[in-house]
């Protein structure tokens, strides 16, 4: 029987892959042979996460220091990987930040800061790998968006974060419809909350799972691998036709 979700041996970029949902799927990849790429800041982490994927997957992988919001950073990571695998057909930008600050009490600084790495690191590493898809004629780009790229959380106080998001499902649109002469498909993944390194500050606060309990129907947070299945579809060939779209992994929460 066909295995229409087969990824087997491509090659695959992942930023924020230090931790979160970029490990998370990272991790996804790992187990169905992709060879894989971990881009992240923090050295440390990308060197255990490198260990821990040769030892349960034994496929083949490589890190590069990374910090999105570097342009000439992003140009010597890129090439690391090409010089090592000679290609890139998938990437996932999932490196971001979030942040919990009303407007009035938000700086310009903090607004600048969440714009350049959850909006600006999205468009750099779109441009710098979509330039080598291009050439090759094949690509698969992921951008992790947010429901909040359609909806904002009740309460307010992520207004730079959303705003972010919302701009990644309008690139994510462009690049769909520049890029598909070229054989490249470009959709986002739009999560609801889940436990990660990023949101674990936020669930804490008091009130938080009243908020999950009243607005979303399943009533809970995601959980890990709820967005592996989704994460492999858009990699594979099984997508070819799904191409500009954000595709809500939410627990009902954007059917309301």
Known sequence: MKNYFDIKDKVAVVTGASSGL????????????????????????????????????????????????????????????????????????AAGMGNNKPVVDQSKEEWDRHILIDLSGVYYMCKEVGEIMIEQEYGKIINIGSIHSRVIFPGGGISAYSSAKGAVMNLTKNLAVEWAQYNITCNAIGPAVFATELTNESIEMDGFMDLIHTYCPMGRLGEPGELDGLAIYLASDASSFCTGQLICVDGGWTAI
Do not use: C, M, P
């Open 22 to 93: 970029g490990w998370q799927i990272a991790k996804a990849y790992a187990s169905q042979g992709v060879k894989l790429a971990l881009f992240a800041r923090r050295e440390e982490r990308l060197q255990e996460n490198v260990k821990e994927i040769e030892e349960e997957f034994g496929t083949e992988v490589i890190y590069a220091v990374t910090d999105v919001s570097d342009v000439d950073n992003i140009k010597k990571s890129v090439k690391k990987v090409v010089d090592h695998y000679g290609r890139i057909d998938i990437l996932v930008n």
